[in-house]
């Protein structure tokens, strides 16, 4: 009484004329009834899930489908996708561990027992490092970003956006490049140098703007991302403590400026 065969088309027709609840409801019906591939089975709803926007549920159906088939790279391949939208920096982590466990498993040193590609599911070395690209860029790893983006060929379909962004990424590792120069001059100065030698650097505009710099850190932390915010308070106290006992007026200092800029 089933047709499995023409849920399924009824599935892929609405999935290509964007009609995702439609197509959802037709593979569940296909995994109800249907106990042959349920891996392939699962991933296919989990796709409908992402399209629609429903990240969560879509992870949920790929870990059905890695459960059955956890030698298949695109079923982590395309989960990471899953991630990546969720949006959040622990997700995109997660999505970087599934993307790296998919590229083992393709060049796994015996691809036919422990890589079980899916014949409807094609997810590339290419598309791979785009994707690893473009995550390590969204957590703030710029050179990562740009190794990675480099091995994308000139004829994948995103090597332009992957252009602009090593473009962007290589820009950005220039100006941490600069911060970490600067910290190290910062740091030799008062710990090298001594106090009176730091002295004659105090009413410099590049040590008043690194404090002032390190108030508006803990600002940005106290407004997003409140977990982090003690670690990051105590390791700033410690840091002016440090200073504070190579110069005792140090610490209001810093009070004053970051109330005058």
Known sequence: PYNIKLYRERAELNLKNKKYNEAIQYYTRIIEFNSSNPAENYASRAYAYYLAGENQLA????????AYQPQCSAWYSYRSLAYKNCGSESAYKEAIIDLNTAYELMYAKEPKIYNIESKNFRFGPPDLHF????????INKPYCAVEELKLVPEKHKYIDI????????SVAFQAVKQIKQQKEIFEWSIYNCGVA?????????????????????????????EARKDKLERGVNLFFKVLCDKHNNLWYYKNDISKNE
């Open 59 to 66: 992870i949920k159906d790929y870990n059905e489908a890695i």
């Open 131 to 138: 994707e690893r690209g473009m995550l390590y860029s969204l």
């Open 197 to 225: 030698r730091f002295e004659r650097h105090w009413k410099e505009k590049w040590v008043r703007t690194f404090l002032v710099a390190i108030e508006m850190i803990l600002t940005i932390i106290r407004n997003r991302n």
């Open 162 to 169: 992957a252009k602009q962004e090593i473009e962007k990424c």
